[in-house]
């Protein structure tokens, strides 16, 4: 009874999960410039002359955002600190023009109405020879925003030459999601926003909980178990020990059942692992055990985590039952649900359109051999059936 405990209990974390999936608040689709946010850009630089064409990433880590200043990590071909003032809701200073990264409210709506006096007032590293704004719908990566386009004929103190550069900026939350610069000689430098990711929030760590313990409950009660079951069978050679052996068989033939084991393992070790890659950064599934310990910000969908995380659950759920009860339908169709799972959480996340990375190949596999260990057992168990039929036969 105790051992037919853990698979209860396991069953009913996995019940849990997937209740508080159903209500779990979906990330928000507008992007909020806070602390802890990370805005990922991608950039080219096209020759003009010569012909030619670079490509990168680029990142502004948010390190201090208030109404007065904003304070960025700029990571690409170099990394530095970039510093942006801001009084009464408009920029009054920027390192760099070109890295103006966030227009507040009130300076989106004046500049809509017309009131550019701000641009030429503001201490940066150009000089504002005229400028024009108005409002469209641009798309990029990151999505379709309502934004403000402000096109400026500036001269660059950096580079000393005079060009036309286009700050594009979502009206809604007043980051900016497209920048290009085009000179009158040189190469044209493009910037446009591929995604953000907000600092973690403090009701993410509840959920994060719930999901590590019933992702590990399971796995680690199983562990306990059979260490003590080893030991019992070294000291006293019981017949219970040899009974525990002897399980093995309930649902599974042993070969199957090992096979089924390593892709319970595999499917728990890719909840551990980056799932995805941008520029460098290494992206883990979001309420997984990396991201709770760490605090890194990640791209990749919740329902993914979910569903790699519940596939994991019922594989080990699978695992128990068949060690510790009589049942033998009900671990296969476990197992099935897991493997499906599975896979849907790979193809799910190659469809979402991120690079995948280890995590995701990893529970392939994982599928794969619990496929594998379930078409054994089924072939194992038709032929034990044939052979049974054809001694009855014989016998009569």
């Known amino acids: 009874m105790k051992k037919e405990g853990i698979t209860l209990s396991a069953s009913l974390l996995t019940l849990t999960i997937l209740a508080f999936s159903a209500t779990f608040p979906a990330q928000a689709d507008q992007p909020l410039m806070e602390e802890g946010a990370t805005l990922y850009y991608k950039w080219a630089r096209i020759g003009q002359r010569a012909g030619g064409k670079q490509t990168g990433d680029a990142t502004f880590k948010i390190l201090v955002a208030n109404q007065t200043t904003i304070v960025a990590r700029a990571t690409g071909t170099t990394t530095m600190d970039i510093t942006i003032k801001y009084k009464d809701g408009f920029p009054i200073y920027a390192d760099y023009l070109e890295a103006l990264i966030y227009l507040p409210q009130t300076c989106i709506t004046q500049t809509l109405q017309g009131n550019l006096n701000w641009i030429t007032k503001m201490e940066t590293s150009a000089t504002i020879a005229n400028a024009t704004a108005q409002p469209q719908q641009f798309t990029v990566d990151a999505g379709t925003f309502q934004s403000l386009n402000i096109t400026l004929h500036a001269l660059l103190k950096g580079a000393w030459q005079y060009g036309n550069l286009t700050l594009i900026y979502d009206i809604n939350s007043g980051i900016l999601i497209y920048e290009q610069w085009i000179p009158e000689y040189g190469d044209i430098i493009i910037q446009s926003l591929s995604s953000v990711t907000q600092a973690p929030k403090p009701q993410n760590v509840m959920y994060s909980m719930i999901l590590i313990a019933a992702t590990f409950v399971t796995p680690t009660v199983l562990a306990i178990c059979k260490t003590r079951e080893a030991l019992k069978k070294r000291k006293l050679k019981s017949r219970q020990a040899q ?104 193809a799910t996340l190659i469809q979402s359109g991120l690079k995948p990375s280890w995590g995701a190949p990893i529970i392939t596999i994982s599928g794969i051999l619990t496929i594998l260990g379930l078409t054994a057992t089924n072939v194992k168990t038709t032929t034990e059936k044939k052979e049974e039929h054809e001694d009855a036969t014989k016998q009569i």
């Open 243 to 346: 009974a525990s052996e002897v399980k093995i068989e309930g649902a599974f033939p042993k070969k199957p059942f090992y096979t089924i084991l390593a892709g319970a393992t595999l499917s728990l070790a890719s909840t551990l692992l980056p799932w995805s890659q941008l520029a460098e950064t290494q992206m883990y599934l979001p309420l997984s055990l990396q991201t709770t310990l760490t605090a890194q910000k990640t791209l990749i969908p919740t329902t993914i985590s979910l569903t790699a995380h519940t596939a994991t659950i019922l594989a080990w759920i699978a695992v128990a039952t068949s060690l510790y009860t009589k049942m033998k339908r009900t671990p296969q169709i476990i197992a099935l649900i897991s493997s499906i799972l599975a896979f849907t959480s790979a």
